[in-house]
Nanobody, 123 residues
Framework: QVQLVESGGGLVQAGGSLRLSCAAS????????MGWFRQAPGEEHELVAA????????YYKASVKGRFTISRDNAKNTLYLQMDSLKPEDTAVYYC????????????????WGQGTQVTVSS
């Protein structure tokens, strides 16, 4: 089992940047592929980016490709999401999640979730 704690959210103006971190504990994070999801008010969770166990395969939602970068440091048991050129439509609670699958875009394959961190982008 793994516990996940996100940090790095906040309020930023459109065009700005934020870096989210997700610290894993309780189990070696390299056993899991990882993903960043977000949920805007009244919306379902959507997968923003995912990375395989050793970081050799990455998925991005089309609307964030070229603006967001997912990475992981297994030695530090930490997952990152660098978000650049932020837009108001990126406003949401961002969650990191862990999956035993090699890499998955399905929410149901992620068994472990953090508590979320709020990202607000003002126009």
């Amino acid at each position: 089992q793994v516990q996940l704690v996100e940090s790095g959210g906040g309020l930023v103006q459109a065009g700005g940047s934020l870096r989210l971190s997700c610290a894993a504990s309780g189990s070696t994070s390299s056993r899991y592929s990882m993903g960043w999801f977000r949920q805007a008010p009244g919306e379902e969770h959507e997968l923003v980016a995912a990375i395989s166990k050793i970081g050799d395969t990455i998925y991005y939602k089309a609307s964030v490709k070229g603006r967001f970068t997912i990475s992981r440091d297994n030695a530090k048991n930490t997952l990152y999401l660098q978000m650049d050129s932020l837009k108001p439509e990126d406003t949401a609670v961002y969650y990191c999640a862990a999956s035993a699958a090699m890499l998955s875009v399905e929410k149901g394959r992620y068994a472990y979730w953090g508590q979320g961190t709020q990202v607000t982008v003002s126009s």
